[in-house]
């Protein structure tokens, strides 16, 4: 039996997400039981969204989780590069391969062809995908319009009868019709492969022997099945774990519950006690035990005990855990020594003085002034956003519309941050003043206080973001339907 090897391969296009520590978790504690070995790979193929920004908070994350890695970046397992970013080459021969055997072709398809297909295919009721259009061009057709340089990706061809057929270690055998398959883009036009493509190839060429990943890779697999048997290649063993849910049982998102590590860490939860919770999402300790270190779920991990009922992520059962940790784990010096370290990081000690320093005649002041930054979530009721020229409605308004512009925002600093609302509110036709209280009172939890683009900048998208959602439901919450209404509404005002 060849030996175990897993993998997680976060995408670096925005905060570390929960999912990816659940799913990191899971991969490690297989290859550990098994004494296998844990790979991260960093899927950057995206130009636009990817950035080394995103790629280290990523490490760092998952770090300070205590969910090291064996091979990956910064650790040369002697099959890197680890980033797909530097591996062009290896695609570039791999999809010649395909061409040569026609199992891969050349699209010229445009967008707006595709876009017209699309709708037509959805007025008729039919299953929207790409219809072939291209696999009907001839050889010198092909080569002509490509030695003219002509924009165009390249397919995976894919039959249209039949079924595909595959084993997953957790819900067992699983048929889907190959009609039901899109033909898969595997190489952009700017030439950089999709994750379908350097999926299957990464894994292949880092000897991943077991792909342990979420339910709604579920639907990709005959695509990357066709191309594990296209190269002759031995299909790994796949398993499929539930998806995280929010209580009222959909999909664990930011816009129910803050799905950033970061955010977590912030708010002062222990890793042992935030990695410890993970491991209850959909899995338990043969002894029913819910306080278990990594070491203990480790030596008794069994991929036998996940449970397929979606796992509820409760952060009042978080809560209660961690304060288990606190209590049972560390005594009065390490109580006084782990709260000194999250409560007067240097960081952001050295970002709230230049703030305060000159508003202060002692210390004592200084609560007063900046406790707003050691605190999670303030508690607030809609009273709090009495204002004379401003509703609850136009409260919730510029609260949610001035969220979406900081989760937009390509740099995160002070200047981006006040230019963006200062653009927010003419757009929205408010005056600046009357703009920024509902942001003072969600954000500090009073309606006059330190410069709150000042305090948004040093308390970070992560409890920014905690912050204003919970301020939209102290002010009576927004229904999907008017939320919806409102996205459209925000793209007419947004900078």
Same mark, same amino acid.
């Given at each position: 039996?060849?030996?175990?090897?897993?993998?997680?391969?976060?995408?670096?296009?925005?905060?570390?997400?929960?999912?990816?520590?659940?799913?990191?978790? +899971?991969?490690?504690?297989?290859?550990?039981? $098994?004494?296998?070995?844990?790979?991260?790979?960093?899927?950057?193929?995206?130009?636009?969204?990817?950035?080394?920004?995103?790629?280290?908070?990523?490490?760092?994350?998952? =770090?300070?989780?205590?969910?090291?890695?064996?091979?990956?970046?910064?650790?040369?397992?002697?099959?890197?590069?680890?980033?797909?970013?530097?591996?062009?080459?290896?695609?570039?021969? $791999?999809?010649?391969?395909?061409?040569?055997?026609? #199992?891969?072709?050349?699209? +010229?398809?445009?967008?707006?062809?595709?876009?017209? *297909?699309?709708? @037509?295919?959805?007025? #008729?009721?039919?299953?929207?995908?790409?219809?072939?259009?291209?696999?009907?061009?001839?050889?010198?057709?092909?080569?002509?319009?490509?030695?003219?340089?002509?924009?165009?990706?390249?397919?995976?061809?894919?039959?249209? @009868?039949?079924?595909?057929?595959?084993?997953?270690?957790?819900?067992?055998?699983?048929?889907?019709?190959?009609?039901?398959?899109?033909?898969?883009?595997?190489?952009?036009?700017?030439?950089?492969?999709?994750?379908?493509?350097?999926?299957?190839?990464?894994?292949?060429?880092?000897?991943?022997?077991?792909?342990?990943?979420?339910?709604?890779?579920?639907?990709?697999?005959?695509?990357?099945?066709?191309?594990?048997?296209?190269?002759?290649?031995? =299909?790994?063993?796949?398993?499929?774990?539930? #998806?995280?849910?929010?209580?009222?049982?959909?999909?664990?998102?930011?816009?129910?519950?803050?799905?950033?590590?970061?955010?977590?860490?912030?708010?002062?939860?222990? &890793?042992?006690?935030?990695?410890?919770?993970?491991?209850?999402?959909?899995?338990?300790? &043969?002894?029913?035990?819910?306080?278990?270190?990594?070491?203990?779920?480790?030596?008794?991990?069994?991929?036998?005990?996940?449970?397929?009922?979606?796992?509820?992520?409760?952060?009042?059962?978080?809560?209660?855990?961690?304060?288990?940790?606190?209590?049972?784990?560390?005594?009065?010096?390490?109580?006084?020594?782990?709260?000194?370290?999250?409560?007067?990081?240097?960081?952001?000690?050295?970002?709230?003085?230049?703030?305060?320093?000159?508003?202060?005649? =002692?210390?004592?002041?200084?609560?007063? *002034?900046?406790?707003?930054?050691?605190?999670?979530?303030?508690?607030?009721?809609?009273?709090?956003?009495?204002?004379?020229?401003?509703?609850?409605?136009?409260?919730? =308004?510029?609260?949610?519309?001035?969220?979406?512009?900081?989760?937009? *925002?390509?740099?995160?600093?002070?200047?981006?941050? @006040?230019?963006?609302?200062?653009?927010?509110?003419?757009?929205?036709? +408010?005056?600046?003043?009357?703009?920024?209280?509902?942001?003072?009172?969600?954000?500090?939890?009073?309606?006059?206080? *330190?410069?709150?683009?000042?305090?948004?900048?040093?308390?970070?998208?992560?409890?920014?973001?905690?912050?204003?959602?919970?301020?939209?439901?102290?002010?009576?919450?927004?229904?999907?339907?008017?939320?919806?209404?409102?996205?459209?509404?925000?793209?007419?005002?947004?900078?």
């Amino acid at each position: 039996m060849p030996p175990v090897r897993t993998r997680i391969a976060p995408s670096p296009t925005g905060d570390p997400h929960l999912g990816t520590a659940y799913i990191a978790l +899971f991969n490690r504690c297989f290859a550990r039981r $098994h004494g296998g070995s844990f790979v991260l790979r960093i899927e950057d193929t995206d130009r636009e969204r990817s950035s080394r920004q995103s790629e280290d908070k990523i490490l760092q994350a998952l =770090r300070w989780l205590g969910l090291d890695w064996d091979e990956g970046p910064g650790r040369d397992g002697g099959k890197g590069p680890y980033r797909q970013s530097e591996r062009s080459a290896i695609y570039s021969d $791999h999809i010649r391969i395909l061409l040569e055997k026609s #199992l891969a072709f050349p699209c +010229f398809c445009d967008e707006k062809r595709l876009a017209d *297909l699309r709708r @037509e295919q959805i007025r #008729l009721k039919q299953q929207p995908g790409y219809d072939g259009h291209c696999l009907g061009l001839s050889a010198d057709e092909t080569a002509r319009r490509i030695e003219n340089g002509e924009r165009h990706v390249i397919r995976l061809r894919v039959p249209r @009868e039949g079924e595909c057929v595959f084993q997953d270690l957790l819900r067992g055998e699983i048929r889907i019709q190959w009609s039901q398959v899109d033909m898969p883009v595997l190489i952009k036009s700017d030439g950089l492969p999709t994750y379908h493509f350097a999926n299957v190839v990464d894994d292949r060429l880092m000897e991943i022997s077991h792909v342990i990943r979420g339910e709604e890779w579920i639907s990709s697999v005959p695509k990357h099945v066709l191309l594990y048997d296209s190269f002759g290649w031995n =299909r790994p063993v796949f398993c499929h774990m539930p #998806l995280l849910r929010n209580p009222d049982k959909s999909k664990l998102s930011k816009r129910k519950n803050p799905t950033s590590i970061g955010y977590y860490q912030a708010m002062g939860y222990l &890793p042992q006690a935030l990695r410890n919770y993970l491991g209850t999402m959909g899995w338990s300790m &043969p002894d029913g035990e819910e306080k278990f270190s990594l070491a203990e779920m480790e030596a008794r991990f069994d991929l036998k005990r996940v449970s397929l009922g979606g796992p509820i992520f409760d952060r009042e059962k978080l809560d209660w855990l961690n304060g288990r940790y606190l209590r049972e784990d560390l005594d009065d010096a390490e109580f006084v020594k782990h709260f000194a370290e999250w409560a007067f990081q240097p960081g952001l000690i050295e970002q709230i003085t230049p703030l305060v320093r000159q508003r202060v005649s =002692r210390f004592s002041d200084v609560t007063g *002034l900046a406790g707003h930054f050691l605190q999670g979530e303030l508690a607030l009721t809609a009273e709090d956003f009495t204002h004379k020229h401003l509703d609850q409605d136009a409260c919730r =308004r510029i609260l949610l519309f001035s969220l979406w512009s900081l989760e937009a *925002l390509p740099d995160w600093n002070r200047d981006a941050i @006040e230019a963006g609302f200062q653009q927010l509110a003419e757009n929205m036709e +408010f005056k600046i003043r009357d703009f920024l209280f509902p942001l003072f009172v969600a954000v500090s939890g009073k309606p006059v206080s *330190l410069s709150v683009f000042d305090s948004i900048a040093v308390l970070g998208l992560d409890l920014t973001r905690a912050r204003l959602r919970a301020a939209i439901e102290a002010l009576g919450g927004i229904s999907g339907k008017q939320q919806k209404k409102l996205e459209k509404e925000f793209q007419s005002e947004s900078p």
